[in-house]
């Protein structure tokens, strides 16, 4: 599965402010990282469709993914308020609805990105379930 690596002002700058500010409506997501077991922080755009929430990765498999397919849980909120989540990736012929969704909550920011990959199946999305 193919990965788009933010450019550095974005993962230096950009997405601090973001976790911080819920610049474009992001939450904080929180995922225990896999090997080192300590806890990845980054800012998501969470959507919710059919009375769930869903997690989209614009950039395809990246280490927040990775993470969460290996412990199945996470944390999503903003400024401290985060709550547990147990995590689910569903499955590629499912993720359109969603995908469409979450294009249209997230707009311009992700649009470059939905154009370099523009596959479903390059975007992982997991519906989240209150843990």
Known sequence: MPYLRPPLFVRNVFNP???????????????PRRRSGGVQRVPVITVERDGHRYLVCPRGETQWVRNLRASGTCRVGRHGKE??????????AERGPV????????????????????DDKDHPVFRLTPA
């Open 83 to 92: 709550q547990p989540f147990a995590a689910v990736e569903i499955p590629v």
């Open 17 to 31: 402010l973001a976790m911080r500010f819920g610049i474009g409506g992001a939450e904080v997501l929180e995922v």
């Open 99 to 118: 995908i469409s969704d979450y294009r249209v909550k997230a707009g311009r920011a992700v649009k470059s990105l939905f154009e370099k990959l523009p």
